[in-house]
């Protein structure tokens, strides 16, 4: 479990992966069951070890450690910035410090398919190293004592061309030329009789090198594709005599290029074996954010494979998205395409059509590499495409390039933001590892502020680099502020200035597509729903889908999870920038106003499918224009909440400001229900705070004493005893000030409660039966019911358990009397602990079994867990340990799940299965009604 967790370091891992990665096609049966105990176990060994932190979050479960503390990390920093460094002692140095890092075969001792596959890509990632440190040893003529190693790699990789080539260098530049021809010779005999095959062309101008005694290949040449000299080609039928001298035209490669392992094995996947010509033309459309560094992925990837395109390499940037708006047309890319494969001047045709027939001639029956960089849309690329196998077409776009996706076969390549390892490689290749390590703190912010952006985070390396006596710690102060941070961005370079980028994009938008994105910028995040968008616009579904449909194309967008969109950070910044400049303040006010009542409306829709007693909100009507979810059932309602809930509580910190304070204080009081069921108690503080600053600010008293009795349970379950006991008070104060009968009730029932948390059973009985007499005194038929479960719970910790039976039984009656279903899983607890104390261990598991299925039904996680606690508990009195184990492992589960405080106590009692080594009293008396009002 720790292997799998650190080789994705900081990155979540689903439950669903980790089952694959620990047990691959044979799981346990309950798999998740299981992993959710090594999960805790796990979080125990590190938290007593002072390591790093298990942190569940949306996308799984994440080990927040520093990656120089993991070898496999700490490797690819140093053998990175080996790489940029090039042929120095610094270099020399790195590369034998990241080698001294391997220590073994990976994983040798653990047993997982997925770890298996692992190691073999890592033995592989090793191995790409050494021959890396291999080629910068050799450019610096260290002949001699690489010899020996390269042997045992020849003799051990007997096929592989790279390692043959540095071998052949190495004898010849110690002065063995015969021997160098020798090897290449048996190589060649081995490749045809094995592999029927010759040598690469690398390695036939190696060897022809060697034969001419070259006098430049020792001591400054090392065997790559990208040195000296010109492979072999086909016959030139233009008669230009280009292909003795193949177009080698792309850029240079990019310094200290960092990360995007996943999609260069995307890439070297589409392209195939080395031995395996493409039997078609292939084209890839590698599509992302504008600044995502598509144009440095499809440059670095074509340098790594040029020696696979022996006729040549070209580049052409079509400015799809120029600043100046200067789009290059399919002819004058034609042009200069056909120049760039040294066609003359005088024999290029006039017109389109017969360029394009001479473009596809020039490269029919040859194995070429075309990239085009920045292409506007798939008709502009179109006309460039050869027309024959064996070569391949590399495209970025901001544009999705579906047509030539559906087309032309055209193979997406989705390219996203750098991960936070892959950040700190990015600023550790620009600005040293030194620099970087020695302000963790400041890079932490800068990594953040960035938000993965490979433009954003190469802003900051190369002002930090031209200005070596500043802190990073102010370049990162100079990011903290997120309307500032595209001016922090900001260079008096177009191409590299974040804002000028972004504004390609935009400008090449539709004005209803540059309205939306505009109003997007009002939304918090992290991402929204359809409805959400058009509520923002005030259009129909229907349209908005069209305009969101134009932004993800241009990728100014992403559609994550279907009919889910997310913004950049940068971008969200840019667009609120441009909203504020762009739109009235009417106009942008009006905006929020759809938005928040879209999530009021929609959150009061899933609301009333979640059972419970508290007094219910009605929303004011909607404005024009807004869409509101509507929902079948309880799953749908708790399946939307759960999804939208990241964006609830940011909606809520977005307008604590007192512009929507009605919104926020109805949208807080309906999450209530939702949060304490997930045993979220933080957030419920969170939201609850910024509703009482909103009632306060509205003169609501019965308002601030309702969330003043939500803030007690919440800073009760968080452990924080005085402030419950504060926010106790002030409800009832105020209940009593504004004459507020029955919500008194329900914070005297919390009293009560409270004082059953303490030990006080005879003041918490006295308590709750004061509250059924002014229940039933006012009429009250649902909190009559609630009373009575209190009177009966607290009936039967005081040892009349029989008499705490005839008052449960009763409340049962009343609550199916009001269909107050909810309630009946604290009835049902209680009566199981009734039969429990009375010996009857069957009725007891049987009222606890319904009690967790009724909590499950609702999905109240929190209520869920506790009530399999004490269903084990009777279980064990039964003599049935098996089955507590299984309860109080599916309860451990959940706790762990919600952060539960009291997690560790249950994991202490699983692992001794003793009674009393947890202090289940106060989980057990936190059962009866009165605890949720």
């Known amino acids: 479990m720790l292997a799998a967790l650190l080789v994705d370091l900081g990155v979540g891992v689903s439950i669903d992966e980790l089952v694959d990665r620990v047990w691959g096609e044979a799981p346990p049966q309950r798999a998740r069951l299981t992993l959710h105990t090594y999960l805790s176990r796990l979080r125990g060994v590190l938290a007593d070890a002072d390591g790093p932190a298990l942190v569940r979050r949306s996308r799984g479960y994440t080990l927040d450690a520093d990656p120089a503390a993991v070898d496999l990390h700490r490797f690819r920093v140093i053998a990175g910035e080996a790489r940029s460094l090039g042929d120095d002692d610094r270099a020399t140095a790195l590369w034998r410090d990241a080698l001294a890092l391997w220590r073994g075969t990976p994983f040798a001792d653990l047993d997982s398919d997925w770890l298996r596959q692992v190691a073999a890509a890592l033995e592989a990632e090793r191995f790409e190293t050494v021959l890396d440190r291999n080629d910068a040893l050799l450019r610096r003529g260290e002949y001699a004592p690489l010899l020996p190693e390269l042997s045992a790699a020849a003799a051990e990789h007997p096929l592989d061309e790279r390692v043959a080539g540095q071998l052949m260098l190495a004898m010849y530049g110690c002065g063995r030329q015969a021997e160098a021809l020798a090897h290449y010779r048996a190589l060649h005999d081995r490749l045809v009789d094995e ?517 007690a349970h919440a800073s009760f379950q968080m452990g924080l005893r005085d402030e419950a006991d504060a926010h106790l008070e002030q409800a009832l104060r105020l209940y009593r000030e504004a004459g507020e009968n029955t919500s008194h009730i329900r914070a005297q029932l919390y009293r009560a409660w409270l004082a059953g948390q303490e030990g006080l059973y005879a003041d918490a009985l006295r308590i709750a039966q004061l509250s059924l007499e002014a229940a039933t005194e006012a009429g009250h038929r649902v909190l009559q019911a609630v009373a009575r479960t209190a009177v009966g719970w607290y009936h039967t910790v005081l040892g009349d358990h029989e008499q705490a039976i005839v008052d449960c039984e009763q409340a049962l009656v009343e609550l199916a009397e009001v269909n107050e279903l909810s309630n009946m899983a604290d009835v049902w607890d209680s009566l199981g602990h009734a039969h429990l104390k009375l010996g009857r261990y069957r009725e007891a598991i049987d009222y606890y079994q319904r009690a967790v299925e009724r909590c499950r039904e609702f999905g109240n996680r929190h209520m869920e867990a506790l009530k399999l606690i004490h269903l084990g508990e009777a279980h064990q009195a039964a003599g049935d340990d098996e089955a507590t184990r299984t309860s109080w492992r599916q309860a451990l589960a959940i706790l762990d799940e919600v952060g539960h405080r009291d997690a560790d106590d249950l994991r202490s009692r699983l692992g001794s299965l003793r009674l009393g080594s947890l202090r289940l009293g106060s989980l057990h008396e936190g059962m009866a009604g009165p605890r949720r009002h």
């Open 195 to 711: 592999v029927g095959c010759d040598p690469g062309p690398v390695l036939r101008l190696l060897h022809q090198r060697i034969l001419r005694q070259d006098p430049e290949l020792a001591p400054t040449v090392a065997v790559r594709a990208d040195q000296h000299g010109d492979p072999p080609a086909a016959a030139d039928r233009t008669g230009t005599g280009a292909a003795a001298n193949p177009a080698a035209q792309l850029p240079a490669d990019v310094v200290g290029f960092t990360g995007r392992t996943a999609s260069l094995h995307q890439l070297d996947a589409l392209l195939g074996p080395a031995d395996d010509p493409p039997s078609t033309v292939l084209i890839t459309a590698i599509g992302g954010y504008a600044g995502v560094g598509k144009t440095a992925l499809a440059v670095h990837w074509a340098h790594r494979v040029r020696d696979r395109f022996p006729d040549g390499q070209v580049y052409l940037n079509l400015r799809g998205f120029d600043p100046g708006g200067q789009v290059v047309s399919p002819a004058e890319a034609l042009r200069t395409l056909l120049e760039l494969l040294r066609v003359p001047p005088d024999r290029i045709p006039t017109s389109t059509q017969a360029q394009a027939g001479l473009y596809r001639d020039r490269v029919a029956g040859r194995r070429m590499l075309v990239v085009l960089d920045n292409a506007r849309d798939a008709a502009q690329v179109r006309p460039l495409l050869p027309g024959s196998a064996g070569s391949m077409v590399v495209v970025t776009s901001r544009d999705q390039l579906a047509g030539l996706v559906a087309a032309d076969g055209a193979r997406p390549v989705r390219l996203d933001v750098l991960d936070e390892a892959e950040s700190r490689q990015l600023l550790v290749g620009r600005l040293g590892a030194e620099r970087v390590t020695a302000e963790p703190e400041a890079v932490d912010r800068i990594v953040q502020a960035c938000a993965g952006l490979p433009l954003a985070l190469a802003m900051v390396a190369a002002r930090a680099a031209t200005n070596p006596g500043f802190r990073l710690a102010a370049f990162a102060g100079e990011l903290a502020d997120m309307q500032g941070r595209l001016d922090a961005l900001a260079s008096h370079d177009v191409a590299t200035d974040v804002r000028a980028v972004f504004s390609w994009s935009y400008e090449a938008l539709t004005p209803p597509a540059a309205r939306l994105f505009r109003q997007l910028g009002l939304h918090p995040g992290p991402d929204l729903g359809t409805a959400a968008a058009a509520s923002l616009a005030g259009l129909p579904v229907p349209a908005v889908r069209r305009t969101l449909a134009e932004l993800t194309a241009a990728h100014l967008l992403t559609e994550h999870a279907p009919g889910r969109y997310a913004f950049h950070d940068l971008l969200r910044a840019y667009a609120a920038e441009l909203g504020r400049a762009t739109d009235t303040e009417p106009e942008r006010r009006a905006a929020r106003h759809r938005m928040l009542d879209h999530y009021l409306h929609s959150v009061h829709a899933a609301d009333r499918w979640l059972p419970d007693i508290r007094d219910k909100v009605t929303p004011p009507p909607a404005q024009d224009g807004v869409a509101t979810a509507t929902f079948a059932g309880n799953t749908e309602a708790r399946a939307w909440l759960t999804t939208e809930l990241p964006v609830l509580l940011a909606v809520v910190d977005q307008h604590r400001d007192g512009d929507f304070d009605h919104h926020i204080q109805q949208l807080c009081w309906l999450l209530v229900t939702f949060l304490g069921w997930l045993g979220r108690w933080p957030d419920l503080v969170t939201v609850q705070r910024a509703a009482l600053e909103a009632t306060r600010r509205r003169g609501d008293v019965l308002g601030q004493a309702d969330i003043h009795r939500n803030l």
